[in-house]
């Protein structure tokens, strides 16, 4: 099994490199059920994870056998995936240890002249080489290619002090309400995971719903949108669905969800049950859908004043933007409950995750990349593994950064796409570039600037977040 986790990491890292993407979750399964070699079938890996045999054996596995053989410089297949790895592994070791030996003959040149100098030069490297090889490996091992949520058990997340604490205070009251607040990409999965953490060591149920995943026409129905969230809590508690036997058209969707709740599934528990809800401003596009379930939510947290069947759920609600709506003070749910605002990391923040990657940067440079992107967690982590995994040098780093090529291409590229398919957006966002100072945009597209973390916001003025984006778009 740890072969199987050194392997794929490699292989991901690789992938990640040269491409600069990520391998989807599809074709990580497939490599995973492929390591030691028809261990399953295509059909079996169709049938495990919810896709067609057809789409696995046509599409994924031939895409993903030729990226891999474009990767690791060699045909690569189901059948001889391990042993083209592992090779691939110990001749990049050897080969960083040739360059590691190189270096030190090149230093030690001067001082040594003719056969002298070859014989003295390489004693040293002999007596060094293990202890070469150790680190080396070590640092390929040891460092994550920076996408998703940061894991529980990685080195590399940094502490929000003292909001962690704060969270962990508050999810143990009864019926509490907690909203993460942060532009896209500043941590708050990695920070809701944690509070999630901490609910089960204290031996509450957690159940956990991403709204990026639920389809365009669930989003704009709040009928199917609730049915939707009490099916998958239904499934993630590994209860039986029993949705049509509580759902009564007459009562209307919201009684209907509150119903379910109270009556079925927190019934079912004898712990309380901590309910996470992360990326909720995708309903913030469709105002009456919006309304309604922010109200819902508010009435359950005040439910919970005074019944002890809802004193057992907490609500743990994160938006990467604030809530262009209106709503009234009795409708919205973060007008009560612990509100938590995730900002950009600080000087000793980044300083210490720096160091969590084993590098050495002078203050000067720092300050260079705080400049850059602003203390941005996820550029931050994006730049530090590239120079930890020696993918390009600082220079190279400063000089690219903003380019179509650089290590940000893909991110910037994303950005772009967007605002190029919301022309209104793309307008603001110009006039945010050309500004000398802060300036006012109106409230919903300021809003959508932030949330895709382009600006920051001060009272009702926003001005551009670090001179990455500067750079980029104002090409």
Avoid at 214 to 228: E, F, V
Avoid at 261 to 282: K, W
Avoid at 343 to 353: A, G, T
Avoid at 366 to 384: D, N, T
Wanted: aromatic share 10%; hydrophobic share 40%; with cysteine.
């Amino acid at each position: 099994m740890k072969d199987l986790a050194g392997g794929l990491k490699f292989v991901e890292q690789l992938v990640y490199v040269k491409t600069g993407k990520s391998l989807t979750d599809i074709q990580t399964a497939v490599l995973q059920e492929s390591w030691d070699g028809q261990r399953k079938t295509y059909n079996q890996i169709a049938e495990e994870f919810q896709y067609s045999a057809s789409y696995i054996k046509q599409t994924v596995a031939p895409q993903l056998w030729r990226l891999l053989s474009d990767v690791l410089g060699e045909k690569v297949n189901k059948t001889n995936l391990r042993a083209v790895v592992e090779r691939r592994q110990a001749n990049q070791s050897s080969t960083r240890c040739q360059k590691l030996i190189a270096r030190l003959r090149k230093r030690l040149e001067p001082y040594y002249g003719g056969q002298m100098q070859l014989i003295a030069t390489q004693k040293i490297v002999d007596a060094s080489l293990t202890q070469l090889k150790t680190a080396t490996h070590q640092k390929i091992v040891d460092l994550e290619i920076p996408k998703g949520y940061v894991p529980l058990n990685s080195t590399f997340y940094i502490e929000r002090v003292p909001n962690e604490q704060r969270c962990y205070q508050e999810i143990i009251n009864p019926g509490s309400l907690i909203q993460i607040k942060a532009p896209k990409q500043m941590g708050k999965t990695s920070f809701m995971v944690r509070i999630l953490a901490h609910a089960s060591i204290v031996g509450y149920q957690t159940v956990s719903l991403n709204f990026l995943q639920a389809d365009k026409k669930i989003l704009t129905d709040i009928n199917k949108l609730l049915r939707w969230m009490c099916a998958n809590i239904t499934h993630k508690l590994k209860l039986k669905n029993r949705l049509d036997d509580y759902w009564d058209e007459d009562l209307g969707s919201k009684a209907n969800c509150t119903i379910y709740l109270q009556e079925y599934l927190l019934l079912q528990i004898e712990n309380p049950l901590v309910l996470a809800l992360d990326e909720v401003n995708q309903i913030f596009d469709y105002p009456e859908i919006a309304q309604d379930f922010l109200s819902l939510l508010r009435s359950w947290h005040e439910e919970a004043k005074d019944s002890d069947i809802w004193k057992k759920l907490r609500i743990l609600v994160s938006n990467s933007t604030e809530v262009y709506i209106p709503l009234t003070i009795h409708q919205s749910p973060f007008q009560v409950g612990l509100s938590v605002q995730l900002s950009s990391f600080s000087w000793e923040q980044v300083q210490d995750l720096a160091q969590r990657h084993q590098l050495n940067i002078s203050i000067g440079d720092l300050a260079e990349l705080m400049w850059l992107v602003g203390g941005h967690p996820y550029l931050l982590r994006v730049a530090f593994y590239h120079l930890a995994h020696q993918d390009l040098t600082w220079e190279q780093l400063i000089q690219t950064a903003a380019s179509d090529t650089g290590i940000y291409s893909e991110y910037l590229h994303q950005h772009l796409w967007y605002l190029q398919q919301h022309s209104e957006l793309a307008t603001a966002f110009k006039q945010v570039l050309k500004a000398k100072a802060p300036i006012e945009l109106e409230q919903v597209q300021a809003f959508k600037l932030h949330s895709m973390g382009l600006v920051n916001m001060r009272n009702n003025q926003v001005m551009i977040s670090c001179n990455l984006y500067q750079q980029y778009f104002g090409r």
